[in-house]
């Protein structure tokens, strides 16, 4: 029967170890909506086709890449818009025959429509990596809203692409059969022309451009000597071009048709498409028989044979079975996860020992979370609906100041192409230019442009980015907003997503002298950057409600416990009371360790930040100093707090740990600079170490067997019930204040646990049970070999590779912006799984695998995880060695006890002397940890935690040695239970 039950939760393992599998690998479906049966097109911007077939399409304000087969099914989805996406803003994309895309990505939305960077991603199945990148925060002037890099495209197993230089055009070539696919530049061409677009002809070698004059040029040595190509009309506005086997293909915006020269008759352009709208981005096949065009709003196919067209403005899902299962599987997942969570939270219920009070907490709870969560809702919805009003307003003045500036006699001289860059554009250009740069110094990214009409086209003349012609057709003269503002001479303000990206502008009429309209101004930003912070805000306020719900639980829970005890101590006289009932144990400890682990997830950040070279020791070990100064004297004071318990009483030992403890609080809130964090730390070491070893002093001396046995239970829960709350309370408190509130509040606390002590009677140890002396003396007891073996092999490395928490994790994941509070929330989830799957977890590995086999797998767990960085050395791997570290945390400590309990040394020295050596070594190893993870980490983070992992893989194989094989320890038949 049990083997029937363990194969069926083998097979339930495995499948879900499948499903994870399979929902992982095709994580991408997370992106597209369940039954989702066809995909409407909504601002293309440009598409290309993959030697394999594959087309790709950028959509929705170049934040989407769609992937369609050669049967145009959408089989993938790519999306961008922030720094954690595939990509930013994809310019450019194209495709190889192995499958892989590239994506010229542009990087902006800090500092409006100024580009930060620019690089050119591969991606690979679910691989991906930066083939090249150039970064712009060194430039006096990066470009604006578009990047430098003009074309990209496959060819013959290479990519090529374009990158537009001062007063040069750069070729780069990237060899995609290389392992390591790297931009190797081939030619510098020099080039002072107004550039618009820009094509590489690999086959002819020749490099051909369209300029904002509307003029074509090309160069067939790729050497700066630039021959024009004579246009075929006088008004013709050249714009996207592309180029293949000699024969070029680009589309004038003016006529909105596709035109075509041949490289070996420049002067015989002709219209081989007249589009429906206007076609601004074209490409050409490798073959030169395909050419794919879009209107910013669909995408068009044509053959080049007989330049039949095929209009895709939507395309069906073609994994849409895979994408509905993706979905129904989520769910019943998260359904899964609820039932389990509920049944934890029962458990939880069902063994507290006071359930009289349980259904009125219940109801407070559940009714502060609803409360917090509508409250929270409501500020939200109200704060950015704010925040949109004043940026409005805030754009409205500053477009009527622009507006102010434009003369209506000069703009009404331009309206040709050869007015780019005249003398009247210019100077209109400059006054408006130099307010623009002012509201940049003022972090107020604003762009203007300006446009007039002919009755029939809506015209721009000229922008801030400097990117179009004069007179360059925008839209047709008919129902928008362009056309609203010319017709009414109203202010009109537009929030919209368009191939370009997410915008909010507001259109000024401009009038001449006579009041009548001759143009108007648009004035607006990017809102990329505001609807990632609004994203985020609302993230942000999910979590905290959460984060604070689950301290806010915890801490109900724990007045619970406190008020538990003060019940039950009520109808007991002071003079009756047991040694375990003066003063609330699991409290004291509780408090101590809250308060201490108030400052975990940012004592290393801040020792880091605030350390200048005050001792002659590497950095990484001044970081540590701190933290294992601080575990130090927790060692050296719990090894003596006992004797000062026995003489001077309990009570007085427990207010000195609180006030040390306090006092440490306060001077790391009070003396600034590194050295006051190290003096504090020390204080509260010496606090902590007095608060526990008191409270398991008063633990074993409990009146009898039930009382005792309590009493240590108590203990244990105060300190993971402290860790845990610790954590998520000192999130909660950065998220409005800084470390020094955290200190503040840390010294409050500590302070109410002094107030309680006050009751309690100063009993002196020898007033309660009485240990049995040993047989065995404490040094004979410390050189067994099985005592050795585990406290070197096994207690102390597990004790120093918990320092990956304290040390390590925060440090490293600073780097890649994770702030404090987000690694205090990770904190908390982490003790939350160490607090309610510990028990389940430990009792079931010691029923099934038994002590030693569990203290093995516990510390070949900590070795692994340590090899999961040293392999994979990025924050996925971190994060997921942090729940690797608490589920082992949860089950290690409870085993490590159990085995060490359980070996005949220690009823020989006595289990109190017992359990004093055990807290000296884990205290060591603690205390240690630090130190030689700041050690280590001076050889670089990959190789100082790889030599880690050797260090730990190698003491447990040691251990295992001893026991397998009696090297260190004889082999004994019970050693395996």
């Known amino acids: 029967m049990e083997k029937r039950k363990w194969i069926r939760i083998a097979g339930c393992m495995l499948v879900v170890v499948c499903l994870a599998a399979f929902l992982y690998w095709n994580r991408e479906a997370v ?122 495209q496959e060819y013959e197993g290479c990519v090529y692409f374009l990158k537009r230089e001062d007063e040069r055009i750069d070729l780069y070539r990237i060899d995609t059969a290389d392992e390591v696919c790297l931009a190797e530049k081939l030619a510098e061409v020099p080039c002072s022309l107004y550039v618009s677009d820009a094509a590489y002809d690999v086959a002819e070698e020749t490099l051909i451009i369209t300029t904002r004059l509307g003029e074509i040029y090309y160069d067939s040595l790729c050497n700066g000597n630039w021959s024009e190509v004579p246009c075929s009309a006088p008004n013709q506005i050249p714009w996207n071009i592309t180029s293949v086997g000699g024969q070029a293909y680009y589309t004038d915006l003016q006529t909105g048709s596709i035109m075509h020269f041949s490289l070996d008759a420049p002067d015989q352009a002709k219209a081989v498409y007249q589009g429906d709208n206007i076609l601004y981005a074209i490409w050409l096949s490798e073959d030169g028989r395909t050419i794919l065009a879009t209107d910013n709003e669909r995408y068009i196919s044509l053959d080049v044979s007989d330049m039949t067209p095929t209009v895709w403005d939507r395309a069906i899902v073609g994994n849409g079975l895979i994408v509905a299962l993706f979905w129904i599987l989520l769910v019943m997942v998260v359904i899964v996860a609820v039932v389990v969570v509920i049944a934890v939270i029962v458990k939880i219920v069902r063994g507290m020992p006071d359930k009289s009070g349980i259904s009125r907490i219940a109801l407070v709870v559940i009714s502060s979370v609803i409360v917090a969560a509508i409250a929270s809702y409501s500020s939200i919805s109200s704060m950015m609906e704010h925040q949109d009003r004043l940026t409005m307003d805030s754009m409205q003045i500053f477009a009527e100041s622009l507006r102010q500036q434009v003369d209506a006699e000069q703009l009404k001289r331009l309206g040709k192409l050869s007015d780019y860059h005249s003398e009247d554009y210019m100077e209109i250009k400059n006054k408006l230019d130099r307010m623009i740069s002012t509201s940049y110094d003022h972090e107020a990214y604003y762009y203007y442009a300006i446009y007039t009409t002919d009755g029939k086209t809506i015209n721009c003349l000229m922008d801030y980015e400097d990117t179009t012609v004069c007179g360059q057709p925008i839209y047709e003269f008919g129902d928008n907003e362009y056309t609203q503002v010319l017709v009414t001479g109203e202010t009109y303000t537009v929030s919209e997503i368009s191939s370009y990206g997410s915008w909010m502008f507001t259109l000024l009429p401009v009038r001449d002298d006579s009041g009548s309209i001759i143009a108007f101004i648009e004035v607006g930003s990017s809102l990329d950057k505001a609807v990632q912070e609004k994203r985020d805000l609302v993230v942000e306020n999910i979590i905290t409600v959460i984060c604070s719900c689950g301290v806010m639980i915890m801490l109900v829970l724990e007045c619970i416990f406190v008020l538990s005890f003060f019940e039950k101590r009520k109808g007991i006289p002071k003079d009756q009371w047991d040694i375990t009932q003066q003063m609330p144990i699991r409290l004291m400890v509780f408090l101590s360790y809250m308060t201490d682990s108030m400052q975990d997830a940012f004592i290393a950040i801040l020792c880091s930040r605030l350390y200048t070279d005050v001792f002659p020791v590497s950095r990484e070990l001044a970081i540590a100093l701190p933290i294992s100064l601080q575990l130090m004297m927790a060692a050296i004071f719990s090894t003596c707090g006992g004797r000062l318990a026995e003489k001077f009483g309990v009570r007085r030992i427990m207010q000195l740990g609180l006030l040390g403890q306090m006092a440490g609080f306060i001077i790391c809130l009070s003396v600034p600079g590194y050295m006051g964090i190290l003096t504090g730390k020390l204080l509260i070491g010496m606090g902590m170490g007095l608060v526990y070893v008191t409270s398991n002093t008063m633990a074993s001396m409990g009146g009898s067997d039930e009382s005792v046995e309590s009493a240590f239970a108590d203990v244990s829960a105060g300190v993971l019930s402290g860790v845990t709350i610790g954590a998520g309370l000192g999130s909660i408190i950065l998220t409005f204040a800084d470390y020094r509130i955290v200190y503040l509040a840390g010294a409050l606390f500590l302070g109410f646990g002094l107030l309680l002590t006050i009751q309690a009677q100063n009993v002196k140890l020898g007033n309660g049970r009485k240990e049995t002396q040993g047989r065995m003396r404490i040094v004979q007891f410390l050189f067994q070999k099985r005592i050795m073996a585990f406290f070197a092999l096994i207690l102390v490395p597990f004790m120093m590779s918990l320092s990956y928490r304290e040390y390590f994790f925060p440090l490293y994941v600073e780097q890649f912006g994770v702030d404090e509070v987000t690694i205090g929330r990770i904190y908390l989830g982490c003790g939350m799984l160490v607090i309610y799957i510990g028990p389940l977890l430990s009792k079931h590995l010691l029923r099934t695998l038994g002590a030693k086999k569990s203290v093995v797998l516990a510390s070949l767990c900590m070795a692994f995880n340590m090899a999961l960085f040293a392999l994979f050395p990025n924050p996925a791997s971190v994060f997921a060695g942090m729940i690797i570290l608490a589920v082992v945390i949860s089950f290690a400590y409870t085993c490590q006890y159990t085995y060490f309990e359980g070996l005949d040394e220690c009823s020989e020295v006595g289990m109190g002397n017992a359990m004093g050596i055990y807290a000296m070594f884990e205290n060591t190893g603690q205390t240690l940890g630090p130190v030689i993870y700041g050690a280590a980490l001076t050889l670089g983070d990959r190789n100082g935690i790889f030599v880690l992992f050797l260090l730990m893989f190698l003491l447990v194989c040691l251990f295992l040695g001893s026991v397998l094989h009696g090297v260190f320890v004889p082999l004994r038949r019970h050693d395996w239970k």
């Open 31 to 152: 992106s597209q909506r369940p039954f989702m049966k066809e995909y409407v097109f909504e601002s293309v911007s440009e598409a290309a086709q993959g030697s394999n077939g594959n087309t790709y399409v950028i959509d929705q304000g170049k934040k989407t890449i769609i992937i369609l087969n050669s049967r145009g099914e959408l089989i993938r989805k790519l999306s961008g818009g922030s720094k954690r996406a595939d990509f930013f803003y994809a310019a450019h994309v194209c495709g190889d025959d192995l499958g892989s895309i590239y994506i010229a990505d542009v990087i902006s939305g800090e500092q409006g429509n100024r580009i930060q960077k620019e690089r050119i991603i591969k991606i690979t199945g679910h691989r991906r990596e930066i083939v090249y990148e150039f970064d712009y925060a060194l430039s006096e002037n990066p470009p604006l809203q578009y990047g430098g890099i003009l074309e990209l």
